[in-house]
């Protein structure tokens, strides 16, 4: 009898071991119940989009590392439309796909259009250091098939503060699907 209950503690941590080395996640499932996100931590951390029928992968996407279990997938009502947001270090950035039957196209993202919050002049004998954090996480999808975002960022000054900003920014897409910032609201610096 106490060889069984060894046996069985040894298969059921055996069991165990294989299934918080295996680190399975399934997430973020598309409206029309189709396509989800599958984060996997098996030697290194991957993310794709995948068929929920078939957990086949249909497409993968950038990951940085451990931030990877953070990534989410936004999708349109209809969805032919995702947004997917790659967390890094220092806050993450937002890829968006297009969906044409079950394939995924990435439309080019126009970072260099998204008026950022400018860094803190220098004040008071205080001095811009560095970046602490910037992001652009997607936030949902508007009936017109535009993408609202939220942008963050957050600085550290030579006095040890660490002022914020923060913005929503909406993209809008034209007939090509080329993207273009349509809005800038609730700038915001916080200096602490």
Same mark, same amino acid.
């Given at each position: =009898?106490? /060889?069984?209950?060894?046996? #069985?503690?040894?298969? /059921?941590? &055996?069991?165990? *071991?294989? &299934? +918080?080395?295996?680190?399975?996640? /399934?997430?973020?499932?598309?409206?029309?119940?189709?396509?989800?996100?599958?984060?996997?931590?098996?030697?290194?951390?991957?993310?794709? /989009?995948?068929? %929920?029928? *078939?957990?086949?992968? %249909? =497409?993968? +996407?950038?990951?940085? #590392?451990?931030?990877?279990?953070?990534?989410?997938?936004?999708?349109?009502?209809? &969805?032919?439309?995702?947004?997917?947001? !790659?967390?890094?270090?220092? #806050?993450? =950035?937002?890829?968006?796909?297009?969906?044409?039957?079950?394939?995924?196209?990435?439309?080019?993202?126009?970072?260099?259009?998204?008026? !950022?919050?400018?860094?803190?002049?220098?004040?008071?004998g205080d001095?811009? +250091?560095?970046?602490?954090?910037?992001?652009?996480?997607?936030?949902?999808?508007?009936? &017109?098939?535009? +993408?609202?975002?939220?942008?963050?960022?957050?600085?550290? =000054?030579?006095? #040890? @503060?660490s002022p914020?900003?923060? !913005? *929503?920014? *909406?993209?809008?897409?034209?007939? @090509?699907?080329?993207?273009?910032? !349509?809005?800038?609201?609730?700038?915001?610096?916080?200096?602490?």
């Open positions: =009898m106490r /060889i069984l209950r060894v046996l #069985g503690f040894l298969l /059921i941590s &055996s069991c165990f *071991t294989l &299934s +918080l080395k295996a680190n399975d996640l /399934i997430k973020d499932k598309s409206p029309d119940g189709k396509f989800a996100l599958r984060i996997v931590n098996e030697e290194d951390w991957e993310a794709a /989009i995948i068929e %929920v029928r *078939t957990k086949k992968k %249909v =497409m993968d +996407l950038e990951t940085y #590392g451990s931030y990877t279990k953070e990534a989410q997938l936004v999708w349109s009502k209809d &969805s032919k439309r995702v947004a997917h947001f !790659e967390p890094d270090r220092r #806050g993450g =950035m937002t890829h968006i796909y297009f969906r044409s039957g079950s394939k995924f196209q990435e439309v080019q993202f126009p970072y260099a259009d998204i008026p !950022e919050c400018d860094a803190p002049a220098k004040q008071d001095e811009y +250091l560095k970046t602490l954090e910037y992001s652009v996480a997607p936030v949902r999808w508007l009936k &017109s098939g535009a +993408l609202v975002l939220a942008v963050f960022n957050q600085w550290l =000054m030579k006095s #040890g @503060n914020e900003c923060s !913005e *929503t920014v *909406t993209i809008a897409f034209d007939a @090509n699907r080329k993207a273009s910032v !349509e809005s800038v609201k609730d700038k915001k610096l916080e200096r602490e």
